[in-house]
Each structure stands twice: as structure tokens, then as C-alpha cells.
């Protein structure tokens, strides 16, 4: 299913950009630009990197390679690409655990918060909460109700321990004031399977990891956890309006470059960013991955990192939620 992005949407890209003429821009036009994916190929980060990175190549002939280094919870390439010579040639997708890995884990070869320079804001991916269809909750109120009643007895399965999906699951506890059983799975199609085959009573995950099986009518969605109701859900409501005013969460992918890279290479690279997700092939392809684009970049950027960091410290010390 193929969503179409309104020209308003595009056109909201709040970016502050040279133009690729400007001062700066021939170097590093010459050179050769490596996306750093710290993720195996194949996933949502990879797909996205893949798709800006050809687009770009095509529409200016700058010179990209995308280079997958999965490892240690995304540890593996945070350090690389804060190590790599700010120049501008080397760049980094990075999500949540980019975040969250300064939270929970005693020490880093790195800071996440002022090792690097925030770039773009790419993509987000919806989190929806979804029973199995023959479940008895229809709606969010039910499962709240029933957790209420069966304190511990009603299970969530994430992807986890310490991942997005895991402390957006501790959040709703927290916010609900209830009691579900966290289990955890090593990726979000295993807790999804679990879901169909009734082994948990219910799942919160990415958009784009339950859709198919949404379709199929296997399971149910019971809230979004995003600020709006998902395009593809619109009869589903958002825990915001279920009740959970300051309940919002998602996963995000943007891109961020070593600390001290000049400001005028990041302006080329946020130009790059932009107009590549601008590209009608690229916006038919993330959609049809369940992602929704964004394009902020700059200090707006640097601004949802910050705002996410505050939340998640809090949802984790609140949680007492550890590293494996």
C-alpha cells in the first residue's frame, strides 16, 4: 500500500542549506561521502540509507557508498564515525538506540550528545499497540481494565531488553499505572509471531513490523503511539486521545556527522537529504516501508534529539530498566 505525501509536506522541510555551488561545495563534491549504518542489511536504517544514497547519486553524481557496521548495540560504528575525520565525508544513520545507549549503559567510548553534529531528521516509524484479532480487547480501555483486574497476569512482548520498543512499553505501564509482563524477543517479527500464535496477549512495535499481519485481519490495532492517528489506521485512535496526553512515541531515523564538521558541509548534506526524500520514487518506496518522512534538520534536529533523550531518561530511571 502506497501512501501519497502531500506537495505541502514536502515543501515543509525546515532546513537551512547552501546550495551545492556555494562555498566548500566543490570539495566535497569530489570526494567520495560513506553512510555509516550500524545495522545489518536489510532493515528499515539500511533500505533508507540505500535509497537517499542512490537517489543522490543520481540526481548530482556525488559519490556515496553505504557501509554496514552492525555490532554491540550500534556502539560498533557510533565510536567509528565519532573518530572519523569531520570533513563532511563521513556520515552516520542513527535511531533510538543512538539515544538511549547513553542512558543506560555505564560508559561509552563516545558522547552521544556532543560527539557528533545532528544533520537530518529522515524518517519516523509509527508504534502501534496490537492484540491477536480472536482477543477479547477491542479497545485500549479493555487492556487497561483487565491489567487492572489481573495485575501481572497480561504479558506485552518488544523487541528488547533496553530498546525502543521495550522502554515505549514501560512508559505505557508507567503512564497507565498497571501491570504487564514484559517479554522479550530478538526482533520485532519474532514478537509478532508470537502474537499470531496467541503466546502473548499483546505486542507494541513499529508500524511497518505489524502491517502486513493488520491487513490480513490477524491482529488488532488498539492505539497509535504516534501525536497523530497513522494515515494508514485513521479509525485507530492515539493514546493521546484514549487519555494518555504526554504518552508519544516512535522509532527515528536521521543522519549525524562527527563533532566540528564545518557548517557549510552539513548545509551540503542536509541539501543532499532533502531533495533526495523530495524524489517521488524515494517518498512512494519509505512509505510503502511504513515510514512516514520528516526532513527537519539543524538545530530542530539537534532539538528532537534532546527532547528524546529527557523523555527516555526519565521512562528508564523510572523502570530501573538495565543494558543486557
Known amino acids: 500500500m502506497l501512501k501519497i505525501v502531500s506537495l505541502s509536506v514536502l515543501t515543509a522541510f525546515a532546513c537551512v542549506a547552501l546550495p551545492l555551488g556555494q562555498a566548500g561545495a566543490q570539495d566535497l563534491r569530489e570526494k567520495t561521502i560513506r553512510i555509516v549504518v550500524p545495522f545489518p542489511p536489510g532493515g528499515s ?33 557510533s565510536e567509528a564515525v565519532a573518530r572519523s575525520a569531520p570533513d563532511g565525508t563521513t556520515m552516520m544513520i542513527m535511531s533510538n538506540s543512538f539515544v538511549i545507549n547513553g542512558i543506560v549503559r555505564a560508559s561509552l567510548p563516545y558522547d552521544p550528545m556532543t560527539s557528533f553534529e545532528p544533520v537530518c ?12 484479532e480472536a482477543s477479547p480487547y477491542r479497545t485500549l480501555k479493555d487492556l487497561v481494565e483487565a491489567a487492572r483486574a489481573r495485575p501481572g497476569e497480561l504479558s506485552y512482548a518488544a523487541v528488547g531488553p533496553a530498546t525502543t520498543q521495550h522502554i515505549a512499553g514501560e512508559m505505557f505501564k508507567q503512564a497507565a499505572d498497571i501491570n504487564l509482563t514484559y517479554v522479550p524477543y530478538p526482533g520485532g517479527a519474532p514478537a509478532v509471531t508470537a502474537l499470531v500464535g496467541n503466546h502473548v496477549h499483546s505486542v507494541l512495535a513499529n508500524y511497518n513490523e ?74 512512494a518506496k ?39
Open 45 to 77: 536504517a539500511d533500505i533508507l540509507a540505500r535509497l537517499v544514497g542512490q537517489q543522490a547519486t543520481q540526481a548530482s553524481g556525488q559519490k556515496i557508498v553505504v557501509e554496514n557496521r552492525p555490532g554491540a548495540g550500534t556502539i560498533i560504528a
Open 121 to 132: 531528521f529522515l524518517v519516523d516509524s509509527p508504534q502501534v499497540l496490537v492484540v491477536n
Open 210 to 283: 505489524v502491517m502486513e499481519q493488520l491487513r490480513a485481519g490477524r491482529l488488532r490495532p488498539l492505539a497509535a503511539a504516534s501525536r497523530q492517528r497513522i494515515r494508514p489506521l485513521p479509525d485507530v485512535p492515539t493514546f493521546i486521545e484514549a487519555g494518555y496526553k504526554d504518552y508519544e512515541t516512535s522509532a527515528f531515523f536521521g543522519t549525524v556527522v562527527p563533532a566540528k564538521t564545518p557548517k557549510d558541509a552539513i548545509a551540503q548534506l542536509s541539501t543532499m537529504m532533502t531533495d533526495a526524500l523530495k524524489a517521488p520514487d524515494v517518498t
Open 286 to 324: 519509505l512509505v510503502a516501508q511504513g515510514l512516514d518522512i520528516v526532513g527537519t534538520c539543524g538545530e530542530d534536529f539537534r532539538a528532537h534529539i534532546r527532547r528524546q533523550h529527557d523523555n527516555y531518561a526519565r521512562a528508564i530511571r523510572a523502570g530501573n530498566i538495565k543494558a543486557e
